[in-house]
């Protein structure tokens, strides 16, 4: 193995607070050990495209440059979920589009900037591009990152706390003016496929009603739930609502679907409370949380994991790990091969606790009807 003298870090896809945090652990942690540290912008864009950055696309990460960024929401590198390098979107003359494999032009980047080790931080997309950059023979190590908490193989993902904890008190706020005009509430919340943070701040706030991509809904069950939280005098009723949701034989709302880009899921909270609206005729709104459960501050529960995933990345390189990325696996954290990472999501399962928890509390996740008075 190629002696380390020099780590890069990426941030790909979606942003999530508490990836400040493990770019701190990664530069302390390498900079102890007498590695260089260089952040690379906007995913791999900074390598890819360096004459668009005023600094070349590359930014020199010192103890200075990460003082006290732990606490911020973002990433200091910036991010994107454009332009796959292993899949990269370029319109031909006739205009149609082509994906062309330009991985080998970005293994040489990383040969030409020095790079030894990249440690790449990132949801499934990401990962799996730093997969294929191990496959051929870059040294990687992977840290998992998604509010939507789907990544398998580890118990948690940074960012998750934060996303929970900012969309529970969103459902807070929203008790108090549904009970003050007797409405029914929609909140619709990110999560993609997976319904780990429409679960989790639906039970944390109270929701009457759960909506999850992994149980396919009818919303009869759910319009008696209404009503019959109506006749035991509750003249309001919140409903929670993953973005991935599917009707019962149906398929999941999007809003379009651009170039180089997965298809970008919504618009099921409005239907929801539309067809609500009609069933109990009893007057609805929807409300998307959308991008605000990426932004702000990261809890102290992700900015901890972020610090141990970072530092855990550079002991991985010490060890001579390659290919792996750091899990979670309480209470330590260990590593399990990218390839097995990034196999398949990690939806909620059906039958785990905090469903069985929920439904003893009366929640109704739309696909039975709910108990007698």
Known sequence: MTEIKRVGISTGGGDAPGLNAVIRSVTLASRNRGWDVVGIRDGFNGLMFPDEYIDGGLIELTRESVRGISHLGGTILGSTNR????????????GTWLEVDRTPELLGRFADAGIDALVTVGGDGSLTI???????????????????NDLDKTTATFGFDTAVSF?????????TTATSHGRI????VMGRYAGWIALHAGMAAGAHCILIPEIPYDLAPIAATIRQREERGAKFSIVVVAEGA????????????????AEQLGGVGSRVATELQ????KESRSVVLGHLLRGGSPTATDRLLGLRFGAAAVRALVEGHDGVMVALDPPTVTYVPLAEAVYRMKSVPPDCDTILTARDLGINFG??????L
């Open 130 to 148: 730093g997969n294929q950059l191990h496959q051929h023979g870059l040294h990687v190590i992977g840290v998992p990152k998604t509010i939507d």
């Open 367 to 372: 696909d039975r009807m709910p108990d007698t």
């Open 278 to 281: 009609e069933l109990t005729s």
């Open 167 to 175: 969309a529970s008190e969103c459902i807070d706020r929203l008790f």
């Open 246 to 261: 599917v009707p019962a034989g149906g398929a999941v709302s999007t809003v379009g679907k651009a170039v180089g880009q």
């Open 185 to 188: 509430i929609v909140v619709e």
């Open 83 to 94: 332009g796959n390098p292993t899949a990269y979107p370029m319109q031909q003359d006739d």
